[in-house]
């Protein structure tokens, strides 16, 4: 993947997820989030399966593959997902947003350690630098975020779903070593995923139901499809080619983004600490396309 190709995914992942974190917000309600995220991903999953039939990829893993692949799928569709919709039943989804720009670091301190690889000076101090942009960037958010009644129980909800997210990208990667292929990896991850929270569900008792309403079937279909679909393809995609802890890096973005949909559809407002902010965050982008390959 080129340098160009890398940025234009990066942008457009940055631009999908960053208004995830709002379209999450919609799901909350009459519905268990643990149906909603299975819903999520159980549509995601069949319309990847649909396109890689329609596009003669081939389906079949070997057992390696799938190994991985539902290592991927129980800790980044599963467990991860699990507790970013608990997080935000507790604290304001700009919060949790803030939380996993923490995720390009922790993937590199990750790979470091359990694979011995050397990341470049300048992708650690870009990671550091979108991690530092956008704790100022969100500052005056965070101080009036609005969370709920346990906001420390919600972040502490959002680290274990960032650690979650780091340890589905080393499964991703082992998936990569074993010769398993971006779409279709990502297709039975998702499966994967969608089936251990089913079965969750169905220990615990979930009520099975979607609610008949626009903002709520408009969400499911946004977060399915572009959020989803879409998203994880280029995300996985760029992973393998640029390295993951370029990849997760897009998690630093999102939160600016995130803030414009803010000011857009909730009328919020933002001073001058958000505008230092956005240019850590871009100046770290840069230093993290332009490090060597992890």
Excluded at 41 to 46: C, H, K, R, S, T
Excluded at 241 to 260: D, E, F, K, N, V
Aim: hydrophobic residues 60%; proline residues 4%; aromatic residues 10%.
């Amino acid at each position: 993947m080129s340098r160009s190709a890398a940025i234009l995914a990066i942008v457009v992942c940055a631009l999908i997820w960053g208004t995830t974190w709002f379209a999450i917000t919609l799901q909350l309600g009459p519905v268990d989030p643990i149906a909603s995220i299975v819903w999520r991903f159980g549509l995601a999953a069949a319309l990847l399966f649909v396109g890689c039939a329609a596009t003669r990829r081939p389906l079949r893993l070997d057992r390696a593959q799938h190994l991985a692949a539902a290592g991927q799928g129980a800790f980044v569709f599963a467990v991860s997902y699990g507790f970013v919709y608990a997080a935000e039943e507790n604290v304001a989804s700009a919060v949790v947003a803030v939380i996993f720009a923490a995720l390009a670091f922790v993937n590199l301190v990750l790979f470091r350690v359990l694979l011995r690889q050397k990341a470049a000076p300048g992708a650690w101090l870009g990671a550091a630098l979108g991690v530092v942009g956008v704790a100022v960037l969100s500052l005056g958010q965070l101080s009036g975020a609005g969370a709920g009644a346990a906001p420390a129980l919600g972040v502490g909800f959002a680290l274990v779903a960032v650690m979650a997210s780091a340890l589905g990208n080393w499964f991703a990667w082992r998936g990569q070593q074993a010769g398993a292929p971006v779409i279709p990896a990502t297709a039975w991850a998702m499966a994967y995923g969608t089936g251990m929270l089913a079965l969750y569900g169905v220990a615990t008792g979930v009520e099975w139901r979607i609610e008949p309403s626009a903002a709520y079937l408009l969400s499911l279909l946004h977060l399915s499809i572009l959020g989803s679909v879409v998203a994880f393809a280029l995300y996985f995609t760029l992973a393998r080619h640029r390295g993951y802890a370029q990849a997760s890096y897009i998690s630093a973005l999102t939160p600016p983004i995130a803030m414009g949909v803010s000011v857009l559809f909730e009328d919020a407002r933002f001073g001058w600490s958000a505008v230092i902010g956005l240019v850590l965050v871009l100046a770290g982008q840069v230093l993290l396309i332009r490090a060597p390959k992890a």
